[in-house]
């Protein structure tokens, strides 16, 4: 073996000493503590906080999917909103085109099939709705205080009787504020379209 690996060899055995060690790990350690933080009040710490500053780009992806991983267990379909951008529903259960009978379904199982299937449907679709505001405090409580801030200011397109968007006389849209409506309405849908709006 060669003078150089024995130095080298020596060294690393240096290193492993108790001492040597723990400093080493505890420089590691230092080395990845972030930029002191104050963590909202009520954030869950299950996923990540989000973090808009003034300047620099937020921290969008990893609240989204943090977010999505942990309030998909524990809130279920209605976390789906995060990656869709769209309420929770599911596809309309077709009945058959000939209805069924006692010729083609003398011991009822398919209708009772049929009935299950709506039940069900209805049932998830009823579970999602309930959660819907469980979801907006878990986002708005890990929203970071300049995060409030941006979501509270932003203005959104001011809709007619039919849905669509006022224009001026100029064909600018009409943009006004609505958060006191979003805040006390609890719709998650609403106030995760602000935030992935900023």
């Known amino acids: 073996m060669s003078s150089a690996a024995l130095h080298r060899g020596s060294r690393g055995k240096e290193n492993l000493k108790p001492g040597n060690s723990a400093r080493a790990d ?5 080395a990845k503590v972030p930029t002191k933080f104050r963590v909202p009040p009520g954030a869950c710490e299950e996923f ?14 990893s609240f989204r999917d943090s977010a999505f991983d942990y309030l998909l267990k524990t809130l279920g379909d209605v976390a789906k909103m995060l990656m869709t951008s769209e309420r929770f529903t599911l596809p309309e259960i077709v009945p058959p085109s000939v209805p069924y009978s006692n010729i083609t379904d003398p011991h009822k199982i398919l209708r009772m099939e049929l009935k299950k299937n709506v039940e069900d449907r209805m049932k998830m679709i009823n579970d999602a709705v309930a959660n819907e ?33 006022k224009v001026d006389a100029d064909g600018d849209l009409i943009l006004h504020n609505d958060w006191r409506d979003v805040h006390e309405s609890t719709d998650p849908l609403r106030l995760w379209i602000r935030i992935i709006s900023r």
């Open 48 to 61: 990540d906080y989000l973090l808009f500053k003034e300047g620099k780009s937020p921290n969008m992806v």
């Open 26 to 30: 505890s420089d590691h350690k230092a």
């Open 133 to 165: 505001p469980k979801l907006y405090g878990f986002l708005w409580a890990n929203l970071s205080r300049e995060s409030r801030e941006a979501v509270q200011d932003h203005m959104v397109p001011e809709l007619d009787a039919d849905g669509d968007p």
